[in-house]
């Protein structure tokens, strides 16, 4: 198994411009997240997903959109980007309630992006 | 909403000695805390993980604390490692809500000094 994996791992952009970041998972997971990490803020929950065709919004997610079409990739899109989307950004994926767990969220290795 | 608070932000240690870190959370109806480890250039680790009905839990050389009426839970690291170094962040939710959303402490950075 893969894991967790994410594309890309790195991208500059400039103010403005849009891109989508890519998450993939071989768990068969129902649930699905994006964080973002930014230096002595530990990571902050942008949007997630409990299913294929459901998405929610976390707490920070402002400038940011999301599409889970299919059960095993969860997309990040940002249609205008602003400098201060420069962050790290992770993928993460864990089982449902319905299977009484364990609810370990499985992290992604990240995509570093810088908006300039 | 939750909020989550991480202390110290970093941590030195000789190696062979112990760490502690300590976090509060706010929301007294939260009833799973996480831990994770990042090292550097990777996504985070889940190393152990406790629920509110209990208060302890052991892994070999890790274990957590919890203190509910206090709202606060440690990370004890014993005999230390120079793989242990790393940042540690610590976690809360309510893991029966939809979506076990995680609310995160800031980190600390453990440095193990061999």
């Known amino acids: 198994n893969a894991g967790v994996t994410q594309t890309p791992k790195f991208r500059v952009l400039k103010t403005g411009q849009s891109m989508t970041l890519l998450c993939a998972q071989d768990?068969?997971?129902?649930?699905m997240y994006w964080y973002r990490q930014d230096p002595g803020m530990g990571l902050r929950l942008i949007h997630y997903?409990?299913?294929?065709?459901?998405?929610a919004k976390g707490e920070v997610p402002d400038g940011y959109n999301v599409s889970r079409l299919k059960k095993q990739n969860f997309l990040l899109g940002l249609e205008s980007a602003a400098p201060s989307q420069t962050s790290v950004y992770f993928c993460?994926?864990?089982?449902?309630?319905?299977?009484?767990?364990?609810?370990?969220?499985?992290f992604g290795p990240g995509t570093r992006l810088t908006v300039t | 909403g939750e909020n989550v608070e991480q202390h110290p932000s970093t941590l030195s240690v000789q190696e062979g000695d112990s760490a502690v870190i300590k976090c509060t959370y706010s929301?007294?109806?939260?009833?799973?805390f996480p831990w994770y480890k990042q090292e550097l250039g990777k996504g985070p680790q889940l190393i152990i993980d406790?629920?509110?009905?209990?208060g302890e839990k052991k892994d070999q050389r890790i274990a957590v604390t919890l203190n509910k009426t206090a709202k606060h839970f440690s990370l004890h690291i014993t005999e230390t490692q120079p793989e242990d170094s790393a940042v540690y962040f610590c976690?809360?939710?309510?893991?029966?809500?939809?979506?076990?959303?995680?609310?995160f402490g800031g980190g600390t950075r453990v440095l193990v000094k061999p």
């Open positions: 768990m068969n997971h129902e649930y």
């Open positions: 976690a809360a939710s309510i893991f029966e809500a939809a979506g076990n959303k995680l609310t």
């Open positions: 993460a994926s864990s089982y449902s309630l319905v299977n009484s767990g364990p609810y370990e969220q499985y």
């Open positions: 406790i629920r509110s009905n209990v």
């Open positions: 929301d007294s109806a939260s009833n799973y």
């Open positions: 997903s409990v299913g294929e065709g459901t998405t």
